[in-house]
């Protein structure tokens, strides 16, 4: 069984200041994973996803994410927020191939505050 | 522009109502789904489709029905049924079925509450 746990549910940081959302999940094969960003009443958008290949994502917005297999994370990191980087973050685990969209499973989401 | 557009932004039903929630994309995509989100959770999801006149149950279909007649066209009724219809509504679509480490393209959502 997939399970992906976000350890924060809210996270508050300066802006210019490094930001870390933190993402474990437990997958009995090697999964695809992915971060959204969903900013107040709008859809979900891809930010990253890893499948693979390199452990080093890089997505869009300066985020990036580092797949450490042997801690079970997916951690999402940016160096310096910005203001507009204020919003929810899923984490995502998907199992790979031929699979039932039922298992895909989404994280509670963290709430990411910038202060001014 | 390609992309998913959903109809309307809010909805107001009365209990006891039927609702239908639409759901267009012009992506070319196979694959459609539809997900839940209460405050505070993740996505659930209610019903996904992997091709036209083809749909599945998701992990909350009861009190939901969908229908898959057109490939760019999903939509969700929610019915009299569903004991707690008030929450975010997210239509998603991605490019085939065979692979769910495709990217989910998401909707803007409807937001339904019941009076």
């Known amino acids: 069984a997939q399970s992906v746990t976000q350890l924060d549910s809210h996270v508050s940081v300066s802006e210019g200041t490094p930001v870390l959302l933190r993402c474990n999940y437990s997958?009995?094969?090697?999964?695809?994973l992915f971060w959204y960003v969903q900013h107040p009443n709008k859809g979900l958008q891809l930010l990253l996803k890893y499948t693979s290949a390199a452990t080093l994502v890089k997505g869009i917005n300066g985020f990036e994410a580092e797949f450490k297999k042997s801690e079970t994370s997916f951690h999402l990191t940016k160096p310096s927020a910005h203001m507009s980087d204020a919003a929810e973050y899923f984490c995502?685990?998907?199992?790979?191939?031929?699979?039932?969209?039922?298992?895909?499973?989404f994280g509670s989401g963290t709430r990411l505050s910038i202060r001014p | 522009d390609g992309g998913i557009t959903q109809s309307p932004k809010y909805l107001f039903r009365k209990e006891g109502q039927n609702v239908t929630l639409s759901c267009e994309q012009n992506l070319n995509h196979d694959a459609m789904y539809w997900y839940r989100q209460d405050p505070g959770q993740g996505l659930r999801l209610i019903y996904y489709s992997q091709i036209v006149n083809d749909f599945q149950k998701g992990d909350i279909a009861e009190g939901y029905s969908v229908s898959r007649e057109k490939k760019e066209s999903f939509p969700l009724t929610v019915t009299s049924a569903q004991k707690n219809p008030t929450a975010f509504y997210l239509c998603?679509?991605?490019?085939?079925?065979?692979?769910?480490?495709?990217?989910?393209?998401f909707g803007p959502g409807t937001r339904l509450t019941v009076l």
């Open positions: 998603a679509s991605s490019i085939g079925f065979k692979d769910t480490t495709d990217t989910q393209y």
């Open positions: 997958s009995s094969y090697s999964p695809s």
């Open positions: 995502v685990v998907s199992p790979p191939g031929y699979s039932s969209a039922s298992k895909i499973i």
